[in-house]
């Protein structure tokens, strides 16, 4: 199931990230979107979690908590 994390602080890594969601089950990729012209993060990023309820439980957990300080919201990608 591929999810979509908004909302991210500028400063959250991708390897950050995929160690946060790692905690909920197996994360096949994770992949933190980035302005192509400073590189920097657009503040939201795209994780691949295979088994449905894994990504189920990370999104009813993970959804409105804090990460580095900024309230991520957490859904399925459409």
Known sequence: ????VRNLARTTT????KAIFEEHGNVEYCTL????VTGESKGFAFV???VKDEAKGAISKLNGTKID???VRVKEAE
Do not use: F, G, T
């Open 14 to 17: 991708e390897a950050e990230l």
């Open 48 to 50: 691949e979690m295979p």
């Open 1 to 4: 199931m591929k999810l979509l």
């Open 33 to 36: 979107v980035l302005d192509k």
């Open 69 to 71: 300080k900024s309230k």
